[in-house]
């Protein structure tokens, strides 16, 4: 009985110490929700819609067969575009997603608004196709529906008296460990250069998408370099376990972490990676350290809340947390297998994923350059105009973007393409026909149209490697032509 007690007073006490912890989590998990429907918003149509690169509705019509049902597909891969899908119904709910983000992100919020949230968000990464096969997708749903728990069910005022339940603090604990363990783990087992402590010789120039410092951190002295990579495996598989030690250890842990996350923001464009990542970081740092830094008012109107809350355990929670332990059974065991899988769910609902990035990094950044030309015919004089993305790397002159945590998702695809062959990215078949037609769903992926007032007759990709230029150079990049990634091709090619 004394054990229920104790128990029951330590549970109680610890939650009323996070009220702060939940009002900045619940707005920074808005804001990572923000730009996961803005760029939605804007690059629905030319990539999933009825005439986009992989329309969504041939994706699930293709699937259909599969179940015997509609109900049965939606349990099978949840997505409520098994019931209706047309460009308008897809755009509605994107639209939906972008403005309940936005109230979140400015202090609304309950457990209607956050489950919406969740499932429209699920909708759409199931259907997402190689567009959203990413990490940070069931990093981001993982983490939004933690947030479920933390809300009142139907009051949406910002200073709620609710007491943050304990569990979804450990729930979020849980995940911001598994991330950066996943990472840390996977970079041993995956490529010698993390073993050699060689790798950030060739990160920061063969990244997706660099920023305007990933040129300094790439010309930083080798030593400098080595030490970098040990400073990784440090914050990635010695500090998380600190995580799990109430008080000023976590609270360390916690800004070691965040540090790093900054410092990964500075160094490229990694879309919502490191934004929803520090969102999880947020639990490690409790009221008594948040109101050291967080304005008067915002500490006065969490104090007013508490005084009105009731001292309760919200079982819901605890629930969910059970249910997390015994999904987490595999996640688990595939974090310390010798072939362990990166970025991975286990379940159709991404209630509990694994982790993982960057556990091979190139050593060469190799490029498609997309040229085309309104000659008619193909001969060593034809003159060709290259098409511009947004972030991507073209024009050897143009300056590094900072772009993240909005994700241009064609420019990142690109970047893989450029690593594979033309017959493991059959989307670029109808990006091509796309632009060979001046398509303006599919120009509104890119940065600049060379053809602005004709189509060209035909488009070429050339294949690059791309090098940063030298400090002091008038260019930002060096390259060298190294063939054809795919040969001229015309309207009547495809």
Known sequence: MAIVETLSVFLLETSSQYWLTRFVFLRALGFVYFFAFLS?????????????????????????????????????????FW??????FMRIFAWLGLILSLLLLIGFGNVIMLFVLWIVYLSFVHIGQVWYGYGWEGQLLETGFVAIFMVPLLNPVPFPSFIT????????????????????LIKLRADPCWKDLTCLNYHFETQPIPSPLSPYWHFLPKPILKLGVLWTHFVQ??????????????????????????????????SILNYIS??????????????????????NKANEASLAATPTVNYAAWAFFIVVIILSIPVVANLFSRFQYMNTSFNQFYLVNTYGAFGSVGRKRYELVVEGTGEETIDAKTKWKEYEFIAKPTNIHRKLPVIAPYQPRIDWQIWFAAMETPSQNPWMFAFIKKLLNN??????????????????????????????AKPGSKAVWERELIGQWLPPLSKDDL
């Open 83 to 88: 019931f209706r899908i047309s460009d308008n």
């Open 278 to 299: 520090i969102v999880s970081i947020i639990a490690a740092f409790n009221d008594e350290f948040l109101s050291n830094l967080l304005p008067s008012f915002i500490i």
């Open 40 to 80: 939605l918003v804007k690059q629905l149509i030319p990539l999933l819609g009825e005439n986009g690169l992989t329309p969504a509705k041939d994706y699930l019509s293709a699937l259909r067969p599969r179940f015997k049902n509609k109900f049965a597909a939606f349990w099978n891969m949840p997505t409520i």
């Open 439 to 468: 398509d303006k769903n599919a120009l509104s992926l890119i940065a600049k149209n060379p053809f602005p007032h004709k189509p060209p007759k035909y488009i070429r990709v050339s294949h690059y490697i791309y090098k940063f």
């Open 237 to 270: 598989i010695i500090v998380p376990f600190f995580l799990f030690i109430p008080g000023i250890q976590r609270i360390i842990a916690g800004l070691l972490l965040l540090l790093f996350q900054i410092q990964l923001i500075l160094s490229g464009n990694l």
């Open 165 to 184: 339940p304990i569990a979804t603090i450990w729930l979020l604990i849980w995940i911001a460990f598994r991330l950066h363990l996943g990472s840390g």
